[in-house]
């Protein structure tokens, strides 16, 4: 982190800011310059509040040079993280996969979907059993019945399930049917007790941006989840919300690539929720299996029109095998070839 101060700056004033930021531990190296004063701070610089810095009268600005993040960075871990998802599912590093299923469990329909998502070549299946509504009064999930079916599901396909986990009271039921992977939604991306929670266990989180978080947020996220322990993250670009009001979100496709430049951790793509319409859904998902996600997540339902919940942007069963028929085709397109 470096400090530029005014260049006016009284000596004593300088000297009391080195005590200052010395006694937090770290140490200084200052530099004067024609036009300015900097500071540079050596040492654990999460000690020093930036904002606070900059507020103060001689600081005319603050830098940073290293990221916040640092398990999730790539310059302390250069090769891809590969998540083992279980049931022989690995994400990351070369190996991408479709995770499918219904918005939420429902009932004895998870099954037959599963079948079909299965058959089309989706290698997770998901679904919600406890969801996060807008509304109290939706539909709110089937909770520890749905958690069950999809078990059942799992077990059947030989398939990892992913479902999403929103307060940590109900994690040891999720722990209790052995979830696969636990999804950690938008609305909880920056639920710290949560997320910490999670970072617990060694269970493999699907970790989704927030709805208006960048993409810093997100590895912050991330960050709090693998500082308590758990390395198995694989986040997610869900969309963001932006002043465009024709989909439901923005599909920040950038965060792809961005996210693959600045950390070692999987970069799977929501689809579905990015775009909110069905017919988005197939283009958008091959537009993300080219940008190099490594993974996708789509919502896919057998009778869209009566479903629970987001039927506006589920894919039939028969959408789902000619978009999994393009997005083979894209998958080959963009491999290199491994000899
Ligand atoms: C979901 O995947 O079911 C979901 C609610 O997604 P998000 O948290 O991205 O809105
Ligand atoms: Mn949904």
Redesign the pocket.
């Known amino acids: 982190m470096i400090a530029i101060l005014k260049k006016d700056a009284p000596d004593q004033a300088v000297s009391h800011l080195r005590s200052w930021i010395e006694g937090k531990g770290l140490t200084t190296h200052l530099s004067r310059g024609e036009n300015e004063i900097v500071i540079g701070l050596v040492g654990d610089t999460t000690k020093i509040d930036p904002f606070l810095l900059e507020s103060m009268d001689i600081v005319e600005r603050v830098q940073r040079v290293s990221e916040p993040f640092k398990k999730a960075n790539r310059k302390f871990h250069p090769a891809d993280t590969v998540v083992d998802c279980g049931h022989g599912v690995k994400i990351g590093g070369g190996h991408f996969q479709v995770i499918a299923g219904p918005?939420s469990v429902e009932g004895e329909n998870l099954i037959r979907i599963a079948r079909r998502v299965k058959a089309a070549g989706a290698t997770m299946l998901r679904g919600?059993a406890y969801k996060?509504r807008t509304s109290p009064y939706a539909y709110q999930g089937m909770g520890e019945r749905g958690l069950d079916l999809l078990r059942e599901a799992g077990d059947e396909l030989g398939m990892p399930i992913v479902t999403?986990l929103m307060d940590p009271r109900d994690l040891p039921r999720f722990l209790d049917r052995k979830i696969d992977v636990l999804?950690i939604?938008?609305?909880n991306a920056q639920n710290f007790p949560l997320l910490k929670e999670v970072g617990r266990t060694s269970v493999p989180v699907l970790l989704?941006r927030g709805m208006s978080g960048t993409v810093d947020e997100l590895l912050m996220a991330a960050e709090y989840i693998m500082s308590e322990g758990n390395p198995n993250v694989i986040l997610c670009e869900?969309g963001i919300r932006t002043y465009e009001t024709r989909t439901r979100n923005t599909f920040d496709l950038n965060a792809v690539p961005v996210i693959h430049h600045l950390s070692h951790l999987p970069v799977v793509t929501?689809p579905s929720?990015a775009t909110g319409y069905t017919r988005y859904v197939g283009p958008m998902a091959l537009a993300a299996t080219a940008a190099g996600a490594d993974g996708l997540?789509i919502e896919v339902h057998d009778d869209p029109s009566h479903a629970w919940s987001d039927g506006a942007q589920a894919l039939t069963p028969d959408m789902f095998d000619d978009v999994m028929d393009r997005i083979r085709q894209i998958r080959a397109a963009i491999t290199a070839p491994v000899d």
Do not use: F, I, N, V
């Open positions: 918005c919600g996060p999403e999804q939604g938008a609305r989704k869900r929501d929720h997540e």
